[in-house]
């Protein structure tokens, strides 16, 4: 079955950076694009990135998206030989405290989020 | 980018029909997607592209989409159906991924 689990959460300083890693196994990870969702204390789900299976499925020529509250500092990527995704965050600041998620989307272009990891907590604080 | 307004809260007693509203400019022309999140856990799909259900959720819960509002519809409602339900939508400008801000249904 399909199995993800995010790891690499903890407590960083303001201004340091971070990267999440996300274990994916149970299926053709190649074959499916991926994102990350973030959830911050008592809110709601904020979407952050999507990363497309191996560059081939993008949308307009590029491969990975970032929301507008993070593009710049967090970069989303991929190892397909490892099955891993991966969000490297940059010029954390305290609003980026939340749970984030990597989730596999199911199908092709713009569909639905299939299955999600239990997330990792990230807290920005000094 | 695309927004979308989903009420904070909504109560319904056992056994009544929830309604939870999605609004949007024209919502109904996109593919609207339902999680489900209970306290401490990962959102689950419950509905996707409007109308269909995932394996393994109940017949209780049904989806539709038109015009500038999506509903996502439990009939029946049960104690376990007490939890976060969120809407989701891709902006096809954009290419972002959209999620409205929530629906706390609490069974009475």
């Known amino acids: 079955q399909v199995q993800l689990v995010e790891s690499g959460g903890g407590v960083v300083q303001p201004g340091r950076s971070l990267r999440l890693s996300c274990a994916a196994s149970?299926?053709?990870?190649?074959?499916?694009?991926m994102h990350w969702v973030r959830q911050a204390p008592g809110q709601g789900l904020e979407w952050v990135a999507v990363i497309s299976n191996d560059g081939s499925n993008s949308y307009d020529g590029s491969d990975k998206y970032h929301a507008d509250s993070v593009k710049g500092r967090f970069t989303v990527s991929r190892d397909n030989s490892k099955n891993m995704l991966y969000l490297q965050m940059n010029s954390l600041r305290a609003e980026d405290t939340a749970i984030y998620y990597c989730?596999?989307?199911?199908?092709?272009?713009?569909?639905?989020?299939?299955?999600w990891g239990p997330g990792a907590l990230l807290a920005v604080s000094s | 980018s695309y927004v979308v307004t989903q009420p904070p809260s909504m109560s319904v007693a056992p056994g009544k029909t929830a309604r939870i509203t999605c609004g949007g400019n024209n919502i109904g022309d996109k593919s609207v997607h339902w999680y489900q999140q209970r306290p401490g856990q990962a959102p689950v799909p419950v509905i996707y592209?409007?109308?269909d259900r995932p394996s393994g959720i109940p017949e209780r819960f049904s989806g539709s989409n038109s015009g500038n509002t999506a509903t996502l519809s439990i009939s029946r409602v049960e104690a376990g159906d007490e939890a976060d339900y969120y809407c989701?939508?891709?902006?096809?400008?954009?290419?972002?991924?959209?999620f409205g801000g929530g629906t706390r249904l609490t069974v009475l």
């Open positions: 989701q939508l891709w902006d096809t400008f954009s290419h972002h991924w959209v």
């Open positions: 149970g299926f053709t990870f190649s074959s499916y694009n």
């Open positions: 592209y409007d109308t």
């Open positions: 989730a596999k989307e199911a199908g092709v272009g713009g569909s639905y989020l299939s299955h």
